[in-house]
């Protein structure tokens, strides 16, 4: 009998060192989980995740961002307490939070385009910063909160346009607002977590990922939307600053990230309450030009037609992350690479076209990620 513990307890750490591991449902199985910005593109696949592994989920966010949108489309609401409400009303906030009572936090909620940015800086401020603190504020102010995940971005790193990846330990900054904005909020939940959650009797941890891509993203000035949008009216691709270079990646890698990290947390707070990255290999960090290319590919008769802007606001050309720490330390990697991204995407967006039933076809992608297949 003891042969056989030992045997067993050896296949589970093998399986906890395996970096394209899966969250475990055991961990997530009938655990009270809110999600911030859970109508948005990124929160509503989570609550599908969260969901499929049997979690209790309160969802917290302003209604969606576009129409069509994932959340309605998937009915995603369906199942969970369905809250609307803005970030930066603590208030309704903390309302929300006494409601809930749970055990685990994924904080998503946004305002999460750089071009939107320069508009509405006053906005992108107010949501991303001050978000943050009433969101840790809530927090601070219900007993039983034991996990939180604060997701940024990428782009909170002051931006020097290097060649090799930024680490966990490089300069917060950003030039635009919403960069700039994600810098902040990093700083925001490094101090709030020093101030008042050092006892670690709540783990904090913030999350950094890059460019992000997947079926039911509708959102403005992001390359596969404005691709299916246009492939699918029949219409040429128009793209900008074809040869900037970014982290490309299927949304299920950081949701994976988040969630392995989530869980890390509850086992051992101590080793992980700090900021983490999730990007895609070196050889997925390609110009847009390749990506738009990939796209083609998976839709016949698609154009494209290329030019830069006039007066076009600062982007970066070049971001990627150094993401040797999640890698060795959680562990976690990438499971698809980006050709395989970009098809996934693109057969979300056919089977949206086609009229299928898009939250069983949504949960069918997440399976067969999982499974491999």
């Known amino acids: 009998m003891g042969t056989r513990r030992c045997a067993l307890e050896e296949v589970a750490m093998s399986e906890k060192r395996d970096p394209r591991r899966l969250p ?3 961990a997530w199985k009938g655990r009270r989980v809110l999600v911030t910005g859970h109508t948005g593109f990124k929160g509503a696949w989570l609550v599908l995740w969260l969901q499929s592994m049997g979690a209790e989920v309160t969802g917290y966010a302003l209604a969606p961002p576009s129409e069509p949108n994932l959340f309605t489309v998937a009915d995603v609401g369906r199942g969970i307490a369905h809250h609307i409400g803005d970030v930066c009303d603590l208030d309704a906030l903390q309302e929300c939070m006494r409601q809930a009572q749970p055990e685990m936090v994924l904080h998503l909620a946004a305002q999460s ?13 107010a949501t991303n910063v001050m978000g943050t603190v009433n969101l840790l504020e809530a927090v601070r102010q219900v007993r039983g909160v034991r996990a939180v995940v604060v997701v940024t971005s990428d782009k909170c790193y002051e931006n020097r346009e290097w060649i090799w990846g930024y680490r966990e330990t490089d300069a917060m900054g950003g030039h635009d607002p919403y960069s700039n904005s994600k810098g902040c909020a990093e700083l925001v939940t490094s101090a709030l977590r020093r101030s008042f959650f050092a006892d670690r009797s709540t783990a904090i941890a913030s999350a950094r990922a890059g460019n992000v891509i997947g079926g039911g993203d509708w959102a403005e ?22 040869d900037a270079i970014r982290p490309w990646q299927h949304v299920f890698e950081p949701l994976r990230g988040y969630l392995l990290l989530a869980e890390a947390l509850i086992e051992d707070p101590d080793a992980f309450c700090e900021g983490w990255n999730f990007g895609p290999e070196d050889a997925d960090c390609r110009p847009v030009r ?20 006039v007066d076009a606001p600062h982007e970066a050309h070049f971001l990627k992350l150094d993401c040797t720490k999640a890698q060795q330390r959680l ?25 299928h039933d898009m939250r069983a076809f949504s949960l069918g992608q997440l399976a067969a990620y999982g499974s491999g297949a």
């Open 290 to 309: 390749e990506v738009v290319d990939l796209a083609v590919s998976c839709w016949p008769g698609a154009r494209v037609e290329y030019h830069t802007p």
């Open 24 to 26: 475990s449902p055991s």
């Open 221 to 242: 000035d992001r390359l596969l939307p404005d691709a299916m949008r246009a492939f699918s009216a029949g219409r040429a691709l128009e793209v900008r600053s074809p």
């Open 113 to 125: 385009l750089v071009r939107r940015s320069y508009r509405e800086p006053v906005l992108t401020y």
């Open 331 to 355: 562990p976690w990697q990438p499971r698809w690479r980006l050709p395989e991204a970009v098809a996934r995407s693109a057969s979300w967006y056919g089977a949206y076209a086609q009229a």
